[in-house]
């Protein structure tokens, strides 16, 4: 029965991926990347990774698609005659997917128990994980603490994005009388539907960001959805308004004391004679410790996430309002 | 606690200072923080040189789990000679930047410049101090992120292009890397560079592991720009502010050559890698096509910044060549020339910055005449080139040296020739620039605005200079460096001395 549901749903993977690639309409291009994500989710559900489902749900098929949407309203929605050759692409492409298969050959068999991948680093996370971290949620010991480097790392790539995006776009918006509103003023039904629904999903976002040491969830898709509530604010009632809530200067600042937050950890385990980012140091009972660092640079990364997602939609939005007044 | 944490401060010092830097905000603290950052971090990286140096590997549990389970980072002499080279130059730029980019980039974006300057910065010094495969990938996701920025910045609008183009191929270079890691981590359930070595023997001659190997050289040769996948370099390099340029060219696609070394000789094994896998032979082949074939393409260019760029892609090609070689002296010139290549390509690109500043051109016809309206930094260029050529008494002829040693030693006397002929190239690519420089006239409208660039520039060019100049003379300092950190390598990674 199992085999079957990966069947369809790697099918249905395949032939998203195949639409995408023949379709011209850059919109609905852009709708199936979210179906492709929605359903690489659900085939990490099937793998049992439901941390992992969960993040590919909030960031590839929330967030992206709505990044994606907005990139759209900058270069329209169909796609140029492309008059490159196409046979180097697909002999690259060829040569790259044999490659990949011929990798696969050799495979350990897939989902077998004694495997390397399960026999190796994994039984200690498995055993000692619940001694020494203390969280029940083991996915969070190892990318919060046992390998908490890593996160502080893919922090600062979120954050080198906002650098990035503000370098290249800016955010700026020209304030007098003949600047159109943006967002829906007309629709009443949007904007009632909107507020009603805003505070259930900042709501849900504290419930992610504080629930990660227990079960799915943790700063990066906390942030994502957090910021995913403050850009519907900003779609349906208008940029102007959204930016008296926040500030884009308010939210640069956000962006980088998130990431000197979750640094700040690190710096005041070294000042407790410990290594960078040893949790054990942070309160006298180590394992309390392990529950106070993982707490805070959690939320370190959810401040960061959630300020760099809203920065790259500001920069967006406030483009395309530039063009449109021009 | 600075002395137990020195291991990690090159990485978490600019990785700090870079949103401090936006909560900065205005341009002139940003500046002296990031200037004084980098000189921290380069004045560290000398001590961690010499500590390595003198008592041995420096390994260090980051958050204090041990590996394989935490991440740890390694120093040994290969890793802390090239962090040297990456922050000494990064600090030099800096003080570089201070007025070269009052020209080239927008006012409102300096403040971004220095902070993505940081961010790669950081980047580079966590790729080459990691010794966790996935550790990497993160940080070369960094400096990435931070290059397309640094080099979208200029006011040139073309570098919008160049940056998109480096972008789509730097991220699949990166993807390759990453799919490469996930191959041997299927095969062995470790992410830790000295545990994968000691596994990946177990599983020598599996499908798996080749196909990892292969998928890691190709994205690792496409980050280092080896020629034929170097494409994306040269539009980059050109269009990018000169700032920018100096900085990357001596640092981004050596340290991606350091990853190159790293993968070959302490993960995958010298032996597996090049007597199974019969590696060396497609290595020099690209390499010594990089050489001939670039340097002509750099001889044909009217930009002084795109003759550089390919010039770079064909230095390059030497220091694979190096590595292909497969003997210590080899090797020891591929790392030499790590270094050496630093010294002299940022002094160039500085020189060729300072001329931007001063005449809002890097074409060839520019240069015309600047031998005497700007006599010290043409001085500096016409140094700087004579290294890139292999004169005696400069660093390039001492990589040279080792380098057409290595080749002799196997009996390749093709290769000797080869490098022999790539610096003739070199002679006219630096010849036709100096011509215009010493013996041509000015044109009349550029007579009035040429004078000579200001300290602030000349000082950090001119001390790339005399470097360039006194580790030609004085070679202990480098040799030796390269030498115990190539004879480390071809241990393939045995742990010497680990010190907690």
């Not at chain 1, 046979?87 to 040569?95: C, G, Q, R």
């Not at chain 1, 308010?250 to 979750?262: K, N």
């Amino acid at each position: 029965m199992i085999e079957w549901i990966d069947l369809i749903l790697l099918g249905m993977l395949a032939l998203t991926a195949l639409r995408v690639i023949f379709l011209k309409d850059l919109f609905a291009v852009v709708m199936l990347f979210g179906i492709y994500s929605f359903l690489s989710a659900l085939v990490f559900i099937v793998l049992d990774a439901v941390d992992v489902a969960f993040t590919e749900a909030a960031v590839g098929a929330g967030i992206s698609t709505v990044l994606m949407l907005g990139t759209l309203a900058l270069t329209g929605r169909t796609e140029k005659e492309n008059t490159h050759s196409k046979l180097l692409p697909i002999l690259v492409v060829s040569v790259t997917g044999a490659a990949l298969i011929y990798g696969t050959l050799d495979m350990p068999p897939f989902g077998n128990p004694d495997n390397p991948i399960h026999q190796h680093v994994a039984p200690r996370y498995i055993e000692d994980s619940p001694k020494e971290v203390g969280l029940p949620n083991m996915v969070t010991s190892v990318l919060a603490s046992y390998r908490g480097f890593d996160t502080l790392g893919e922090t600062v790539v979120v954050f080198s994005a906002a650098i990035g995006v503000l370098a290249l776009l800016g955010i700026r918006r020209e304030e007098d009388n003949n600047t159109p509103e943006s967002g829906f003023k007309e629709h009443r039904v949007l904007q009632i539907v909107a507020k009603i629904t805003i505070p259930l999903v900042i709501l849900f976002a504290l419930y992610v960001q504080f629930h990660g040491d227990f079960g799915p969830g943790g700063g990066f898709q906390a942030g994502v959805i957090a910021a995913a509530a403050f850009i519907l604010y900003g779609l349906v009632f208008g940029l102007a308004k959204s930016m008296a809530v926040i500030s884009p200067m308010f939210l640069r600042y956000m962006a980088a004391s998130g990431v000197l937050l979750y640094a700040g950890v690190g710096l005041f385990s070294m000042m407790q004679g410990g290594n960078f980012l040893d949790y054990n140091l942070l309160a006298s009972d180590p394992v309390a410790g392990q529950h106070y660092g993982i707490l805070i640079i959690e939320l370190g990364v959810g401040i960061t996430v959630f300020a760099v997602m809203l920065t790259i939609f500001y920069a967006f939005a406030s483009q395309t309002e530039r063009s449109n007044i021009q | 606690m600075l002395e137990q944490n020195l291991a990690a401060l090159p990485i978490i010092l600019p990785l700090i200072a870079a949103p401090l830097a936006i909560i900065l905000g205005r341009t002139m603290p940003i500046w002296i923080l990031a200037t004084l950052v980098s000189g921290c971090a380069s004045i560290i990286s000398l001590q961690l040189l010499d500590t390595v140096l003198t008592t041995g590997v420096i390994s260090y549990a980051v958050g204090g789990w041990q590996a394989p389970w935490g991440i740890e980072l390694r120093i040994d002499t290969a890793n802390a000679f090239v962090l040297v080279a990456v922050t000494a130059i990064s600090t030099l730029v800096l003080l570089f930047s201070k007025d070269s980019i009052v020209k080239e980039i927008d006012c409102s974006k300096h403040a971004l410049f220095y902070t993505a300057h940081l961010l790669c910065l950081a980047g580079l010094s966590g790729i080459l101090i990691t010794g966790d495969a996935f550790n990497l990938f993160v940080f070369l996701e960094i400096s990435s992120l931070a290059t397309y920025t640094l080099v979208s910045l200029a006011r040139d609008k073309r570098c919008l292009t160049a940056a998109f183009r480096y972008l789509v191929m730097g991220t699949i270079g990166a993807t390759f890397i990453l799919i490469g890691v996930g191959l041997l981590y299927m095969k062995t359930g470790t992410l830790n560079m000295l545990d994968l070595a000691t596994r990946i023997d177990l599983y020598d001659s599996s499908r798996t592991i080749n196909t990892g190997l292969a998928f890691i050289i190709v994205g690792v040769s496409i980050k280092l720009a080896l020629f034929p996948l170097h494409m994306w370099l040269p539009p980059a390099y050109t269009h990018a502010p000169s700032a920018v340029t100096a900085f990357l060219a001596s640092t981004a696609t050596k340290v991606a050559v350091y990853v190159m070394v790293r993968f070959i000789f302490t993960i995958f094994g010298a032996s597996y890698v090049f007597h199974s896998m019969g590696m060396e032979t497609i290595l020099m082949l690209f390499a010594i096509i990089a050489i001939f074939k670039c340097s002509y393409t750099a001889a044909m260019q009217k930009n002084v910044k795109s003759t550089l760029a390919y010039s770079s892609v064909a230095q390059i090609g030497y220091m694979v060549l190096g590595i292909s070689l497969v003997n210590v002296t080899g090797l020891m010139s591929g790392l030499l020339h790590i270094f050496n290549h630093a010294l002299m390509k940022g002094a160039l690109f500085m020189a060729v910055g300072a001329v931007f500043y001063r005449l809002g051109s890097a074409d060839i016809s520019a240069f015309k005449g600047l031998g005497k309206r700007m006599p010290l930094t043409m001085a500096a260029f016409t140094l700087a080139g004579l290294s890139i050529i292999g004169v005696p008494l400069t660093v390039g002829f001492i990589s040279k040296w080792y380098l057409v040693t290595a080749a002799l030693e196997q009996s390749h006397w093709f290769i000797a020739a080869a490098v022999l002929g790539g610096s003739l190239l070199a002679v006219v690519y630096i010849g036709r620039i100096l011509e215009a420089a010493y013996f041509q006239e000015p044109d009349e409208a550029n007579v009035a605005k040429i004078s000579e660039a200001p300290l602030s520039m000349l000082i950090p060019m001119w001390i790339l200079v005399i470097a360039n100049i006194y580790f030609g003379i004085d070679t202990s300092f480098t040799t030796e460096a390269a030498q115990h950190a190539a004879e480390l390598l071809f241990q393939n990674g045995q742990v010497m001395e680990v010190k907690p």
